[in-house]
C-alpha cells in the first residue's frame, strides 16, 4: 500500500526504509513547518552549560537534533523513543529511552529519582500541561524552552495516490488542508491523535501505538482481517 505521512518538510528520515519492512511504500506530506526560536535555543544551552538540570528530555526528534551538535555537557538524558535516540546517539551522546512514545510515560520511568530535581525540555511551542502537572506532581521542576513553533504551511495534501494517510500528531491533523475520499484508509499514529481526529469527526481504522512500526503493525492486521 502507498501511504501519506504527514511529516514537517525535510523530516522523513527513514519513513521509506521503515515503512518497506512492513511491505508498504510510502511518501511525505507537510501539514507543518517549523521555525527556529534561536533566542530559546542559546538560553536552553546556557542553561545546559551552567549545571541546572539534573535532567534533559527530548519529546522529539526534531529538539534533539537542533540542541544536540550545541551541547558541551549533559546531565542523564531521556529520548521519548528509538528514533529520536539514534539522532542524538549520533552526536554521541548517551541516552535512555522511554518504554512507551509519548510523554505521560516519562515521570513513571523516573520514578521516585524525579523528586527535588530540574528537568530540561527543549520542545515545540505546543502546550503540554499534562507533562507539566505530572513532573510537580512527583515532585520534581520542570524547565520548558519553547525553542521552534510549528506553522502551518497552508498547502492542500496531495493525497491523489495514496491508498491511506497516516497522522502522525493531533496538530497535523487539526491544521492539514485536505479532501478524504471513500476509498482512502485514514490512520492515526497513537491514541492522542485519533482522539484529536474523532473530535473533528474524521475517525481512523487504524490506530498505531505511537510509533510508526507500531502503527504498520496494526494496519497489516488490519488489512489480514479484511483479506487485503
Known sequence: MKIAVTRLAGKEGSDAARCAKFGHQCYSVHPLRSEVKQSAVTAFIEAVD??????LFFTSALPAKMIAPLLNR????????PQTAKELQSYEIECETLPGFYSRDFVPYLGD???GKHIGIPRADVPNPDLLKAIAAAGGIAHEFRCYSLEPTGQNLHLEGAGAVLF?????YTKAIWTPRDELLI???????????????TYPVVVGDGSLEGTLAALNIYLGEKGR
Open 168 to 172: 502522525t500528531s493531533a496538530m497535523s
Open 187 to 201: 490512520m492515526a499514529i497513537g491514541d492522542i491523535t485519533a482522539t484529536a481526529m474523532q473530535k473533528g469527526e
Open 50 to 55: 551552567g549545571g541546572e538540570f539534573d535532567c
Open 74 to 81: 549533559v546531565p542523564k538524558v531521556i529520548a521519548i523513543g
Open 113 to 115: 529519582w524525579i523528586a
